[in-house]
């Protein structure tokens, strides 16, 4: 919340030196929102196309998922208040005379004409955890982890937030986001007490 909260008042309050500034910070915050809201991948949120989204029918998306080799492995909504940035984002979009061989992603940087990569939206975040005195190893991917383990922690199936992360198998979701929310060892705790 702190972090969508400094980059809100930013866009609102910076006064940038240059126009394409302001709109390359609202397109990270927009890729940023997108990868949280989803728990997405770093590579499934820059490598959404053009044909993956559907905002007239649900704001249906597709996700092109790790270890698919680039083919659909599911689809996720975008929530309302993502639709409205992301119209946005589409009539600035449609202004930047896009670097061919790029025109099919949704994500195009409005200074190098081109996609969007991993390692520009790892440097953006980067550096907004700078501006914060936030020290940390990888954050954009542990956006993803904060998403996943607020649902369980919300009391979501296992299954179903496997399902959503688009993991291969219940075991890394276990592995990786049950054992480190305080919630679910305190319940897990409370659980073994009554038994004995």
């Known amino acids: 919340k702190n972090i969508f909260d400094y980059m809100d008042k930013k866009i609102k309050e910076d006064n940038f030196q240059r126009k394409i500034d302001k709109q390359v910070w609202m397109l990270n915050r927009l890729m940023v929102k997108i990868t949280y809201d989803n728990a997405l991948r770093i590579s499934e ?3 959404i196309k053009m044909e993956d989204i559907n905002l007239e029918e649900g704001n249906k998306f597709y996700i092109r998922g790790k270890g698919h080799n680039g083919n659909i492995s599911r689809f996720n909504v975008f929530k309302k208040d ?3 940035l992301l119209k946005e984002y589409l009539n600035l979009r449609n202004k930047i005379k896009i ?4 025109e099919e992603y949704l994500f195009i940087s409005p200074l190098s004409k081109s996609k969007i990569t991993d390692n520009s939206l790892r440097k953006f975040f980067k550096k907004i955890l700078d501006e914060l005195n936030i ?17 369980i922690e919300k009391g979501a199936e296992v299954k179903k937030v496997s399902m ?7 075991k890394i979701t276990e592995k990786y986001y049950i054992h480190q929310t305080d919630k ?13």
């Open 99 to 102: 670097k061919d061989g790029n």
């Open 82 to 84: 993502t639709v409205e």
């Open 184 to 196: 679910v060892m305190e319940e897990l705790s409370e659980l073994e007490r009554k038994k004995i």
């Open 135 to 151: 020290d940390y190893n990888s954050p954009m991917h542990d956006i993803r982890h904060s998403k996943l383990t607020e649902l």
């Open 164 to 170: 959503y992360a688009g993991h291969t198998s219940e």
């Open 45 to 47: 949120v820059v490598g």
